[in-house]
């Protein structure tokens, strides 16, 4: 069935990637269509409530995909407008400079970007803008070239303030984390310290919903609309233009088509839609002539450590202030064990018990009140081997290889001998996997070499002309810091292309 509606610019997903293009093209003239699987996400004192959030996982996905030997898992997923940005941690980092090149590491290479820092950086600062980013700039040692931040950064509290002075005691320089909060006198922030993996019900988190699509929403040429989850596009065969989008519009099946399309459906997601519109012609799926669409899966090599003073209680409400860079680039005696150190949000005992449920529910509660929580993040090295791959009756079936894993495991190490040196007689550790891809990338990965990516350094898809892809599956590789306003820089950059082309589409006509 076909709906009587002639946008010029299809978006599908309306996370930091989608929302980011739509910032872009909105006022052109352009009609601007976002199709979005999930629903606005209730505001509903759930939001904020562990025992909802992650034993009842509530705001998941239902949805079921399994591993190469056939184990089945509920990923964590979100889908609703904001994408997995109304979860986030709000940590919002800019790539180091030494990311966009290729490094060779023992555990494999790091592929290099067709883009440089230069290429980012106004997008960098306008995504920051946009997203409502406090820091302060020259504190993190490996920071690239940047301008003050326009808002100032989120005081430690008391706990926090002492933990950074304990690490500078051993020689490290921590510094104040990068965080879209608005947060400040007049700001909306309460530091009720339910940030990380759950959805601010005051709108103080600076996401996708909140920041980019509500605002669009007031524009008459932009039109959202939710429970639209697309299946597959059409290419034509002899120019590969797209040329129409398949889609359930609640139980309604549709083909819409538009001049533009830009997908952007989480690096996961876009891939399998692109596996999933493979035609005779085209059997590998469409974008996707050099067989990387799917392949190179990456989500950063994330262990959460949980330094705990027996004696001492955490009273912190929002912990999430402070980071250490100085060993981004590999310990003085070891460059493969390497990354970036964060604090995690507050880890409650209800937290704890959803992965460790056998664990009595005093005990866990004990040491979610006295544990500093932390997030050791390590580049996660790209290898074609890692994929999500479509079976036979549209099963999703994750083949995920971890690649440079040793050298994240010697970075723990030691990250957890300086939290022991810093006063934490005990140092649990917790490693996050591929059943959560919260940082997944690199599926759809962009590259200056046809043969071997699928899109150009702007995004637009190799095979077909009026195809971008603008989510976590353009990263070439994965970096060791947050992904979304990487994200977001690049898609306000290819929003900027698009809007110049419209402009002059629009002014021949
Ligand atoms: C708990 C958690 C904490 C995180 N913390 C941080 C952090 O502190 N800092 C940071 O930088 N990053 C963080 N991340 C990662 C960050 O949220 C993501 O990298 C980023 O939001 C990805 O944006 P995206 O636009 O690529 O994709 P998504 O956010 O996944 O957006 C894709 C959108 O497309 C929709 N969609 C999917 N399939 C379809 C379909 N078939 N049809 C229509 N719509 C579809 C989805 O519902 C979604 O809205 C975190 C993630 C999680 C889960």
Redesign the pocket.
């Known amino acids: 069935m076909n709906q009587d509606i002639a946008p010029d610019v299809i978006i ?9 293009v739509a910032h872009q093209l909105a006022g052109t003239g352009a009609r601007i269509l976002i ?4 629903d606005f996400l209730p505001n509903e004192p759930q939001n904020a409530d562990p025992e909802a959030v992650f034993a009842q996982a509530r705001y998941r996905t239902t949805e079921e995909w399994q591993h190469a030997d056939g184990r089945r898992f509920r990923p ?18 800019r790539l180091r400079d030494s990311d966009f090149g290729e490094q060779a590491f023992a555990g494999g290479v790091s592929t290099g970007w067709p883009i440089g820092p230069d290429d980012l950086r106004p997008h960098y600062a306008m995504a920051e803008r946009l997203f409502g980013v406090r820091g302060q700039a020259g504190g993190d040692p490996t920071e690239p070239a940047r301008d003050p931040y326009d808002h100032a950064p989120i005081p430690h509290e008391p706990v926090i303030a002492d933990m950074a002075d304990r690490l500078r005691q051993q020689g490290m320089r921590p510094f104040h984390m990068p ?1 879209a909060i608005d947060y400040g006198p007049q700001g909306a922030c309460q530091r009720c310290g339910t940030c ?2 759950f959805a601010c019900r005051l709108d103080a988190k600076g ?2 919903e909140t920041r980019l699509i509500r605002p669009l929403l007031k524009h008459p040429d932009v039109t959202l609309w939710t429970g ?4 597959r596009l059409i290419a034509n065969d002899c120019d590969g233009e797209i040329t129409g989008v398949e ?1 359930m519009h609640g139980n309604t099946p549709l083909r819409i088509s538009a001049p533009l399309v830009v997908l ?7 891939a ?2 692109l596996l999933r519109s493979a035609t005779q012609a085209m059997p590998q799926g469409l974008a996707n002539r050099s067989g990387v669409v799917g392949r190179y899966l990456m989500n950063h090599h994330l262990t959460g450590l949980m330094g705990v003073r027996p004696l001492a209680a955490n009273p912190t409400r929002f912990p ?1 202030t402070l980071s250490v860079n100085d060993f981004y680039h590999g310990l003085p005696d070891d460059p493969d064990a390497r990354g970036n150190l964060q604090m995690l949000g507050n880890i409650s005992g209800a937290m704890i018990r959803s992965t460790y449920p056998q664990m009595p529910r005093v005990m866990a509660d004990w040491l979610g009140r006295h544990s500093i929580d932390w997030l050791c993040m390590s580049e996660d090295l790209p290898d074609p081997d890692s994929r999500v791959r479509l079976l036979p009756g549209d099963r999703v079936q994750i083949e995920y290889a971890a690649g440079g894993r040793e050298g994240h495991d010697r970075f723990v190490r030691h990250m957890r001998r300086q939290l022991r040196r810093a006063g934490f007689p005990i140092v649990l550790r917790h490693s996050f996997g591929i059943e ?6 690199g599926t759809v990965r962009m590259g200056a070499d046809p043969a071997t990516s699928a899109l150009d350094h702007l995004c637009r898809a190799h095979d077909h002309p009026n195809l971008f892809v ?4 353009f990263f070439p590789s994965s970096a060791a ?7 977001a820089a690049q ?1 306000l950059r290819v929003g900027e292309h698009l809007r110049h082309q419209w402009r002059q589409i629009a002014a021949a006509a």
């Open positions: 599908i997903g309306s996370g930091v990637g989608g929302g980011a199709l979005e699987r999930g964590g997923q979100y889908y609703h407008v904001g994408g997995h940005t109304k979860f986030y941690g709000t940590a919002m980092f965080s990380d993996a996401d996708a639209a989850k697309v299946t889609l952007s459906a989480g690096a996961i997601n876009s399998l839609i999430k959560a891809p919260s940082h997944q990338c603008v989510d976590g599956g810091v947050n992904p979304a306003l990487t994200i898609a």
